[in-house]
């Protein structure tokens, strides 16, 4: 059985009378649990009908597509992403001509390109994609990632001036660029330099061949959502057009397939928090695909290390692979994950994957030594009434502030900013913001101001450093500029797409919900709520004990396994664990698992509300 709310009266009721899902005003975890934006609309409901009818589809995954917008005209591409349906035109992004023309040009001419690289993620992968590219097409390429403690973030001179000095006349930084015009103007005479990039910037522009940026005020073409390797991407689509206009193409010259990068495109989408929608669902759904025939060598090695025996998901990218490709940036070998990802040799390609595990599990404790002390600052802030949260510490190190700033984000609903404080007594630090506030443009409208010495990044990322004497006076900027963020509730209403029963939690319904797949921002997987469960059973199980399966019995007699990860000091656990055996609401992911020939539900639990 499943349900959504179905309000008497011919109109919704306003959200503030909107009443919370199973009556679950405070859940253990201290969140309300309320509908999904039109779940509780009736409109929404004939709507999801509509497309259920319309595309043969079972009536909840029609429902869920209401919920989320998706209209009929573009459901059948929603479930069924093409590129010939969804692939842009590379051309309406502003400059991308003149880059493609350039690196043609280079292509034909055999020239050595260098690739200046951001050192997360997005960076390595962008770097990737187009290392792959030219060399394919004959090229020698150059790359350099900065060292985020003794270069920090964007180009640097003497990083660019050293790639020109190996023999590039051609340089392409991705990832970054767009707000270093007084670094890029000094290489004029010295080389070529193209800019792919989609970090915000409102300084002038780099006097330089080429900035490809679809979040350049003059950009028209909607594709300000997209990550760096997806822009460098498009720019091997619009080269390769170009070569092959050019003629250049032919039987010692095969024109290459530019399909298998698109697993590199799937990873940074992903892991930069792209939302899974247009454009970028079509990347990330055919890029798993790639993925998962495991051909890019590194990636393989690392899907191994990481205990990713399935098909790779979204889920995989964001919480296996790109923790560990990150961690070589945060507090290790800044080049480590992109030299994996290019690695061609299977035994190198696995030392190089087992390093970035061992360096991710060295970044969780360093996480971890920083965490709880910013966890008591963060709240002696809020409780003090500030509405952003600012904070830098001498001894924290600075490759894990913005994991840090994620955390207490998530933990206070605040934008929060981390600094780690430099022995010249300046802070470098990185923030993250909540939906709906603009963290990126209030960090540039601080370094325009004079209060930071660097500064920019996205709505929801920035990073910043400055004076430690100007961090009074940055904080009361920032609680200024978001004064939205001191009206903030202290934590975020549990977003529930359907009530289920027990009954009607089958592997069927968990296979329907998943014709949603990729999972992500701007596409949540459905988070359905069980009401009345009855528990009989609960086990600790898992290496560390840190699983909790619970076993759930249905009114019919049929059982339902729940699982709850990270058990240990949960309050979640305590509830679960209840010896008297309480009737409980649970919240969750239904997802349907294969074993042996066999498909089971299996619930994963996230909250959990006294029935």
């Known amino acids: 059985m499943l349900s959504t709310a179905s309000p008497e009266g011919a109109h919704a009721p306003t959200p503030a009378a909107t009443p919370a899902v199973l009556n679950v005003e405070h859940?253990?975890?201290?969140?309300?649990?309320?509908?999904?934006?039109?779940?509780?609309?009736?409109?929404?409901?004939?709507?999801?009908?509509?497309?259920?009818?319309?595309?043969?589809?079972?009536?909840?995954?029609?429902?869920?597509?209401?919920?989320?917008?998706?209209?009929?005209?573009?459901?059948?591409?929603?479930?069924?992403?093409?590129?010939?349906?969804?692939?842009?035109?590379?051309?309406?992004?502003?400059?991308?001509?003149?880059?493609?023309?350039?690196?043609?040009?280079?292509?034909?001419?055999?020239?050595?390109?260098?690739?200046?690289?951001?050192?997360?993620?997005?960076?390595?992968?962008?770097?990737?994609?187009?290392?792959?590219f030219f060399e394919q097409l004959g090229c020698s390429v150059l790359t350099h990632i900065p060292d985020r403690?003794?270069?920090?973030?964007?180009?640097n001179l003497p990083a660019l001036e050293a790639l020109v000095a190996q023999g590039a006349r051609l340089l392409v930084c991705v990832d970054c660029g767009t707000a270093s015009a007084d670094i890029l103007n000094?290489?004029?005479?010295?080389?070529?330099?193209?800019?792919?990039?989609?970090?915000?910037?409102?300084?002038?522009?780099?006097?330089?061949?080429?900035?490809?940026?679809?979040?350049r005020a003059d950009c028209s073409s909607g594709l300000g959502h997209i990550c760096a390797?997806?822009?460098?991407?498009?720019?091997?689509?619009?080269?390769?057009?170009?070569?092959?206009?050019?003629?250049?193409?032919?039987?010692?010259?095969?024109?290459?397939?530019?399909?298998?990068?698109?697993?590199?495109?799937?990873?940074?989408?992903?892991?930069?928090?792209?939302?899974?929608?247009?454009?970028?669902?079509?990347?990330?759904?055919?890029?798993?695909?790639?993925?998962?025939?495991?051909?890019?060598?590194?990636?393989?090695?690392?899907?191994?290390?990481?205990?990713?025996?399935?098909?790779?998901?979204?889920?995989?990218?964001?919480f296996a692979l790109g923790p560990r490709i990150n961690a070589g940036g945060r507090i290790a070998e800044a080049a480590l994950g992109l030299r994996l990802l290019r690695c061609p040799d299977v035994h190198e390609a696995?030392?190089?994957?087992?390093?970035?595990?061992?360096?991710?599990?060295?970044?969780?404790?360093?996480?971890?030594?920083?965490?709880?002390?910013?966890?008591?600052?963060?709240?002696?802030?809020?409780?003090?009434?500030?509405?952003?949260?600012?904070?830098?510490?001498?001894?924290?190190?600075?490759?894990?502030?913005?994991?840090?700033?994620?955390?207490?984000?998530?933990?206070?609903?605040?934008?929060?900013?981390?600094?780690?404080?430099?022995?010249?007594?300046?802070?470098?630090?990185?923030?993250?913001?909540?939906?709906?506030?603009?963290?990126?443009?209030?960090?540039?409208?601080?370094?325009?101001?004079?209060?930071?010495?660097?500064?920019?990044?996205?709505?929801?990322?920035?990073?910043?450093?400055?004076?430690?004497?100007?961090?009074?006076?940055?904080?009361?900027?920032l609680d200024t500029r978001l004064p939205q963020a001191a009206e903030l509730p202290p934590t975020v209403d549990l977003t529930i797409d359907a009530v289920v029963a027990v009954t009607g939690a089958t592997a069927e319904l968990a296979t329907d919900m998943a014709a949603l797949a990729p999972f992500g921002a701007g596409n949540p997987e459905p988070l359905i709520a069980l009401p009345n469960v009855h528990i009989v059973r609960t086990d600790r199980i898992g290496r560390d004990s840190n699983t909790l399966r619970v076993l759930i019995r249905a009114s019919n007699g049929s059982r339902l396994k729940a699982l709850l990860f990270k058990a240990d000091n949960n309050p979640l656990a305590v509830v679960l664990e209840d010896a008297t055996r309480p009737p409980l609401h649970l919240a969750g992911y239904l997802r349907a698992e294969s074993w042996n020939g066999r498909t089971d539900a299996t619930f994963f639990v996230q909250d959990v509300a006294r029935a």
């Open 229 to 318: 390797a997806a822009l460098s991407f498009l720019a091997t689509v619009a080269t390769r057009r170009t070569l092959r206009e050019n003629g250049f193409f032919n039987a010692s010259h095969p024109q290459p397939d530019l399909r298998p990068l698109l697993d590199l495109v799937a990873l940074a989408t992903v892991c930069d928090v792209m939302p899974l929608q247009g454009v970028n669902r079509l990347f990330v759904a055919e890029g798993l695909k790639v993925m998962a025939a495991r051909q890019r060598i590194g990636v393989a090695a690392l899907l191994e290390i990481a205990g990713v025996s399935k098909a790779p998901d979204a889920f995989s990218c964001g």
């Open 350 to 477: 696995k030392q190089m994957a087992e390093r970035l595990d061992a360096v991710n599990r060295r970044r969780q404790d360093v996480e971890a030594d920083i965490l709880d002390r910013a966890m008591e600052q963060a709240a002696e802030q809020k409780d003090a009434g500030h509405g952003v949260i600012l904070l830098a510490g001498k001894d924290w190190h600075p490759g894990v502030v913005g994991i840090v700033a994620g955390r207490i984000k998530e933990r206070f609903n605040r934008p929060a900013l981390v600094g780690a404080q430099q022995e010249d007594g300046s802070i470098k630090g990185s923030g993250r913001s909540v939906a709906g506030l603009d963290l990126g443009t209030v960090i540039i409208a601080a370094r325009q101001a004079g209060l930071l010495k660097t500064g920019g990044g996205h709505a929801m990322a920035a990073g910043f450093s400055l004076h430690a004497d100007k961090l009074a006076e940055f904080h009361s900027f």
């Open 149 to 155: 403690m003794t270069e920090g973030y964007g180009p």
């Open 27 to 132: 859940s253990v975890n201290a969140r309300r649990w309320s509908w999904r934006e039109g779940a509780d609309n009736p409109t929404t409901n004939r709507l999801g009908a509509a497309l259920a009818q319309q595309l043969g589809i079972p009536e909840i995954v029609g429902r869920l597509l209401a919920m989320r917008g998706v209209s009929p005209e573009h459901a059948p591409h929603f479930l069924a992403p093409t590129l010939r349906a969804l692939m842009p035109d590379p051309s309406c992004l502003t400059d991308m001509d003149k880059a493609a023309a350039r690196m043609a040009q280079a292509v034909q001419a055999g020239e050595t390109i260098g690739i200046f690289g951001d050192y997360d993620v997005d960076g390595a992968c962008a770097s990737a994609v187009l290392a792959a």
């Open 186 to 215: 000094q290489l004029a005479g010295k080389a070529d330099v193209v800019v792919l990039d989609h970090h915000k910037s409102e300084d002038a522009l780099p006097a330089i061949l080429a900035t490809v940026n679809p979040n």
